[in-house]
């Protein structure tokens, strides 16, 4: 009898029993089963940890970061070799919304190695520093690489990537992509976030500053065009821009409404990366041919040479175009059959 009460007491209570009892959340992970989450954030992520390895082998693995190895000199020098994605760019992609179902988010959300990889990308972020591009713009006004002073072969170029944003067309729908503007045509392509940005790339492609380049695209009749990327990831900007679009309207010209895009989200890490977007204080400028690969591209303010490049590549790329038979005659490719211009026969 003393040995039983001496045991009863020694031995725990129910509630310190409950207390200790858990379940881990590795029990409910489905490490096994796919998910098919191919246009958002969340798979992007697997791949940050490559894209700093991808950089120190590509052309522009000397360029000052907003992350990384903080630089104390820097001098731009041209571009060497192509930049661009390795993969044709397809309308729809890099929207920046997620379109995974309430199953797939499910899945994601008890998936433990998810988990991981999101706690790795937003370590990343925190470890930013948030004046770093700010303090690169100390080299050369930010300038970070020098236009290549011929364009890259067609064979050997790479891709600009398919950028979704809301236009200045008043008409519905709003939102549009860059490729289907792209394909088919020579474009040049300035990418801006600020209005210092935009002034850099105004150096490239203002009528002012660059006559002989507008007087091209003129005479091109169509085949050629100016397309403006305005990138706002911030909402209070971007809500700002809208509310003053109807004197940006005035600004651009009815003609361009539709050559002018407002993009707020889908530019990742490694767009940034392949296109050389490595500063988001800092004008860039492209120029993409009728297939969507990048032929040429200069960064910050122009020097004179350089604009003579842009304006000399244009009519390199025009005169492509006309060897192929890329000219009114044209219809973009369906999708599926990738990227590229198939020619009609021309009415009679």
Same mark, same amino acid.
């Given at each position: 009898?003393?040995?039983?009460?001496?045991?009863?007491?020694?031995?725990?209570?129910?509630?310190?029993?409950?207390?200790?009892?858990?379940?881990?959340?590795?029990?409910?992970?489905?490490?096994?089963?796919?998910?098919?989450?191919?246009?958002?954030?969340?798979?992007?992520?697997?791949?940050?940890?490559?894209?700093?390895?991808?950089?120190?082998?590509?052309?522009?693995?000397?360029?000052?970061?907003?992350?990384?190895?903080?630089?104390?000199?820097?001098?731009?020098?041209?571009?060497?070799?192509?930049?661009?994605?390795?993969?044709?760019?397809?309308?729809?992609?890099?929207?920046?919304?997620?379109?995974?179902?309430?199953?797939?988010?499910?899945?994601?959300?008890?998936?433990?190695?998810?988990?991981?990889?999101?706690?790795?990308?937003?370590?990343?972020?925190?470890?930013?520093?948030?004046?770093?591009?700010?303090?690169?713009?100390?080299?050369?006004?930010?300038?970070?690489?020098?236009?290549?002073?011929?364009?890259?072969?067609?064979?050997?170029?790479?891709?600009?990537?398919?950028?979704?944003?809301? /236009?200045? +067309?008043?008409?519905? %729908?709003?939102?549009?992509?860059?490729?289907?503007?792209?394909? @088919? #045509? !020579?474009?040049? *392509?300035?990418?801006?976030?600020?209005?210092?940005?935009?002034?850099?790339?105004?150096?490239? /492609?203002? +009528?002012?500053?660059? %006559?002989?380049?507008?007087?091209?695209?003129?005479?091109?009749? @169509? #085949? !050629?065009?100016? *397309?403006?990327?305005?990138?706002?990831?911030?909402?209070?900007?971007?809500?700002?821009?809208?509310?003053?679009?109807?004197?940006?309207?005035?600004?651009?010209?009815?003609?361009?409404?539709?050559?002018?895009?407002?993009?707020?989200?889908?530019?990742?890490?490694?767009?940034?990366?392949?296109?050389?977007?490595?500063?988001?204080?800092?004008?860039?400028?492209?120029?993409?041919?009728?297939?969507?690969?990048?032929?040429?591209?200069?960064?910050?303010?122009?020097?004179?040479?350089?604009?003579?490049?842009?304006?000399?590549?244009?009519?390199?790329?025009?005169?492509?175009?006309?060897?192929?038979?890329?000219?009114?005659?044209?219809?973009?490719?369906?999708?599926?059959?990738?990227?590229?211009?198939?020619?009609?026969?021309?009415?009679?």
């Amino acid at each position: 009898m003393i040995l039983a009460r001496r045991g009863a007491r020694e031995a725990p209570c129910i509630l310190c029993q409950w207390r200790s009892f858990s379940v881990s959340y590795r029990q409910f992970a489905v490490p096994d089963k796919p998910t098919t989450a191919s246009n958002t954030d969340l798979k992007k992520t697997a791949q940050a940890g490559d894209i700093a390895n991808k950089a120190k082998d590509g052309p522009l693995a000397h360029v000052p970061r907003g992350y990384g190895k903080k630089l104390e000199s820097f001098t731009p020098t041209p571009l060497g070799r192509p930049i661009g994605m390795n993969t044709p760019p397809r309308a729809g992609e890099n929207t920046g919304i997620d379109t995974r179902s309430l199953q797939q988010r499910r899945d994601d959300f008890v998936n433990y190695e998810k988990h991981l990889q999101r706690r790795e990308f937003l370590k990343s972020q925190m470890a930013r520093p948030y004046f770093r591009d700010w303090r690169n713009m100390q080299f050369h006004n930010g300038k970070t690489f020098l236009a290549p002073p011929r364009l890259f072969k067609a064979d050997l170029s790479l891709y600009f990537p398919n950028l979704q944003g809301r /236009t200045l +067309a008043k008409s519905k %729908p709003y939102a549009a992509d860059t490729t289907s503007l792209l394909e @088919g #045509r !020579a474009s040049v *392509v300035t990418i801006f976030s600020s209005m210092w940005a935009e002034n850099q790339a105004a150096t490239f /492609t203002a +009528a002012d500053k660059n %006559p002989a380049l507008h007087a091209a695209l003129q005479a091109s009749g @169509g #085949r !050629a065009q100016l *397309v403006q990327v305005n990138v706002e990831e911030d909402t209070l900007k971007a809500w700002l821009i809208r509310l003053f679009m109807g004197s940006l309207r005035r600004r651009v010209g009815r003609d361009n409404w539709g050559r002018y895009f407002l993009v707020r989200r889908g530019i990742t890490d490694e767009i940034r990366e392949s296109i050389g977007l490595l500063n988001g204080k800092v004008g860039y400028t492209y120029l993409v041919d009728h297939h969507c690969r990048i032929r040429w591209a200069g960064s910050g303010d122009a020097e004179p040479e350089e604009r003579e490049g842009l304006v000399k590549g244009v009519q390199r790329v025009l005169d492509e175009m006309h060897k192929e038979g890329v000219g009114e005659n044209f219809v973009s490719r369906p999708a599926g059959e990738g990227i590229g211009v198939k020619k009609i026969a021309p009415s009679l």
